[in-house]
């Protein structure tokens, strides 16, 4: 069964980096665009940044474009979001996701000084 297992997230002070990654199962990586979303309290999911299977396209969101980046390791199943300048308004949980119907678990990214 398809499995989306994110991990990365935690507390960093404002300016600060972090790296989520999704490590992805039963599916043919490769071939699948790969989303990053995220939530933050009282909000709506919102769609951070796409990828897709080689790499060759990408998409942010206005609010994390010059920030964020997504890549990909397809020999790992694994797609990364790297989070530089982090601002308070990044706080949110992280979830990956594929096909528009499967989501990770999410990790929490808390941006606090």
């Known amino acids: 069964q398809v499995q989306l297992v994110e991990s990365g997230g935690g507390l960093v002070q404002p300016g600060g980096s972090l790296r989520l990654s999704c490590v992805a199962s039963?599916?043919?990586?490769?071939?699948?665009?790969m989303r990053w979303y995220r939530q933050a309290p009282g909000k709506e999911r919102e769609l951070v940044a796409t990828?897709?299977?080689?790499?060759?396209?990408?998409y942010y969101g206005d609010s994390v474009k010059g920030r964020f980046t997504i890549s990909r390791d397809n020999a790992k199943n694994t797609v990364y979001l790297q989070m530089s300048s982090l601002k308070v308004e990044d706080t949110a949980v992280y979830y990956c996701q594929y096909s528009n119907s499967y989501w990770g678990q999410g990790t929490q990214v808390t941006v606090s000084s």
């Open positions: 039963g599916f043919i990586f490769r071939l699948y665009d």
């Open positions: 990828i897709n299977g080689n790499s060759m396209r990408t």
